[in-house]
């Protein structure tokens, strides 16, 4: 079952059939992990033949009341309320991944090195975004998180100084990776590009208020980290960031946040719900999409949950003792949780015979079987 946080948004916009679907929809993809149609349609328990039950999932994906509007963006407002302090800045990343002819555009805000997805687009064509599509994907957000202090992420796809010049306009935060070959002015100094300072591995350096552009195109901070060299391996060049924060800490430490995207990619493709395999239509793909984003904030707060309670050694391995953070990221662990309770109920007479036979480890089975309770309980 769904956490009552999302049943109360969706009870008001599903008819009680639609909304159960989609709750058995959702639970097939944590037990199964796989976002392909055919195979959602194998695993629905319903009774009747194959074929119905795979155009009864065609059929629910195109349905008019799955808008991301009227669906999506109230449950994960909710949940930003829910797990983000209201006076530290929200970190919003961007990024776009490809597969097939699929490209898929993605904003998502940043929650203990991962990200959750907010809002998402697949572009009509290959290849990286243009301005008027990255702001045909923000304009939302903005207005959807409004009152908040927003810093907006972005890799070299999004070096645009026209991209940074509206984000000011919009008072809006941001940090945006440069290409080397990006031109600066440093007051008294010719234009040159960044490739031309003689940067080293370990060097940082604040460029405060200078002309970038050829022509002194806009007037920005850029700041330079180069990370140090690690066990024998170096970074090639170094982080050209444009921002308007401050100073070079705020700049390199919120960019350091942006590699929670990629984390989120990896676990709803080959890490969780692999959904490089769907071929379904864009259509039907943007609203698995949905239903991933769905499952996979569920699996992030349930793992969070467990975390806090302390039961997290039941689902993961634990890192060292000088570390703090467990192997495992929240989703993993609230993944492996479900599964591992589905599991335990699918054989519990072979698991209750098989604690029989060793009754000398009795006591540690008692401490196994209420950290099943807690994980049972709601995030």
């Known amino acids: 079952m769904l956490p009552k946080l999302y049943r109360n948004h969706l009870a008001n916009r599903l008819t009680r059939a639609q909304l159960l679907s989609l709750e058995i929809w959702v639970w097939l993809l944590q037990v199964h992990k796989n976002v392909k149609i055919e195979k959602l349609a194998a695993y629905y328990p319903l009774p009747i033949k194959y074929e119905?039950?795979?155009?009864?999932?065609?059929?629910?994906?195109?349905?008019?009341?799955?808008?991301?509007?009227?669906?999506?963006?109230?449950?994960?407002?909710?949940?930003?309320k829910l797990i983000h302090p209201s006076n530290q800045p929200l970190y919003l990343a961007l990024d776009r991944t490809q597969w097939q002819d699929k490209n898929l555009f993605v904003v998502a805000f940043i929650h203990q090195k991962r990200a959750l997805p907010i809002y998402w687009q697949f572009l009509s064509k290959k290849g990286a975004s243009n301005l008027k599509e990255q702001k045909a994907l923000l304009k939302p957000i903005l207005k959807l998180l409004r009152g908040y202090r927003l810093i907006i992420l972005g890799d070299r796809e999004f070096h645009s100084i026209e991209?940074?010049?509206?984000?000011?306009?919009?008072?809006?935060?941001?940090?945006?990776?440069?290409?080397?070959?990006?031109?600066?002015?440093?007051?008294g100094k010719d234009c040159q590009s960044l490739s031309?300072?003689?940067?080293?591995?370990?060097?940082?350096?604040?460029?405060?208020?200078i002309k970038v552009g050829k022509n002194g195109f806009g007037q920005f901070s850029v700041a330079v980290k180069w990370k140090k060299k690690y066990r024998g391996s170096v970074e090639k060049e170094p982080w050209y960031l444009l921002t308007n924060l401050p100073d070079l800490d705020s700049a390199i430490k919120a960019y350091q946040k942006r590699m929670g995207i990629e984390a989120m990619f990896k676990d709803c493709k080959i890490g969780g719900y692999n959904l490089e395999g769907s071929k379904a239509s864009?259509?039907?793909?943007?609203?698995?999409?949905?239903?991933?984003?769905?499952?996979?904030?569920?699996?992030?707060?349930?793992?969070?949950?467990?975390?806090?309670?302390?039961?997290?050694?039941?689902?993961?391995?634990?890192?060292?003792?000088?570390?703090?953070?467990?192997?495992?990221?929240?989703?993993?662990?609230?993944?492996?949780?479900?599964?591992?309770?589905?599991?335990?109920?699918?054989?519990?007479?072979?698991?209750?015979?098989?604690?029989?036979?060793?009754?000398?480890?009795?006591?540690?089975?008692?401490?196994?079987?209420?950290?099943?309770?807690l994980i049972q309980q709601g995030a």
């Open 52 to 80: 119905s039950r795979r155009r009864r999932l065609q059929r629910f994906l195109v349905l008019p009341s799955l808008s991301m509007a009227l669906i999506w963006f109230p449950i994960i407002k909710e949940i930003i």
């Open 163 to 187: 991209l940074a010049k509206w984000l000011r306009r919009e008072k809006v935060g941001f940090v945006l990776r440069q290409k080397k070959d990006r031109n600066i002015q440093v007051k």
């Open 196 to 209: 031309c300072f003689d940067f080293q591995p370990g060097d940082s350096h604040f460029f405060p208020n």
């Open 282 to 373: 864009v259509k039907r793909l943007s609203n698995l999409v949905l239903l991933c984003a769905i499952a996979y904030t569920v699996s992030s707060l349930k793992g969070q949950s467990i975390r806090f309670k302390g039961q997290q050694e039941y689902l993961g391995r634990l890192r060292t003792v000088k570390q703090k953070m467990t192997k495992n990221s929240n989703f993993l662990i609230g993944l492996y949780g479900q599964t591992w309770i589905i599991t335990q109920i699918f054989v519990k007479n072979w698991v209750e015979e098989l604690m029989s036979l060793n009754r000398n480890k009795f006591p540690f089975y008692q401490k196994g079987l209420r950290a099943m309770e």
